[in-house]
Nanobody, 116 residues
Framework: QVRLVESGGGFVQPGGSLRLSCAAPELSFANTAMGWYRQGPGKQRELVADDDVDGIVNYSDSAKGRFIISRDNAKSTGWLQMNRLKPDDTAIYYC??????????WGQGTQVTVSS
């Protein structure tokens, strides 16, 4: 049984920062690709950022320059640092992990609300 635990969401004013975390102690994190997705009110789920096991990182246009994806394989944990947050960033954020067998695991989602 693989547990994927997300945390770090919350309420923040525009311009503020939040850091989301995604932990999966049962996975060999070094062989796991990580992606962060979000689903805003009335919107479809979209990719925010991802990185593969080779360290190649990809950001959506809205995330470039503001968000940073990172990981610590020894801790089986990844993060999404979100800076200069905007109201349009309000969404439920999900972590997705894909292991080297192609199995996908989704986190429970964490709410991020950006409002003044």
């Amino acid at each position: 049984q693989v547990r994927l635990v997300e945390s770090g969401g919350g309420f923040v004013q525009p311009g503020g920062s939040l850091r989301l975390s995604c932990a999966a102690p049962e996975l060999s994190f070094a062989n796991t690709a990580m992606g962060w997705y979000r689903q805003g009110p009335g919107k479809q789920r979209e990719l925010v950022a991802d990185d593969d096991v080779d360290g190649i990182v990809n950001y959506s246009d809205s995330a470039k320059g503001r968000f940073i994806i990172s990981r610590d394989n020894a801790k089986s944990t990844g993060w999404l640092q979100m800076n200069r947050l905007k109201p349009d960033d309000t969404a439920i954020y999900y972590c997705k992990l894909t292991d080297d067998s192609g199995r996908q695991f989704w986190g429970q989602g964490t709410q991020v609300t950006v409002s003044s």
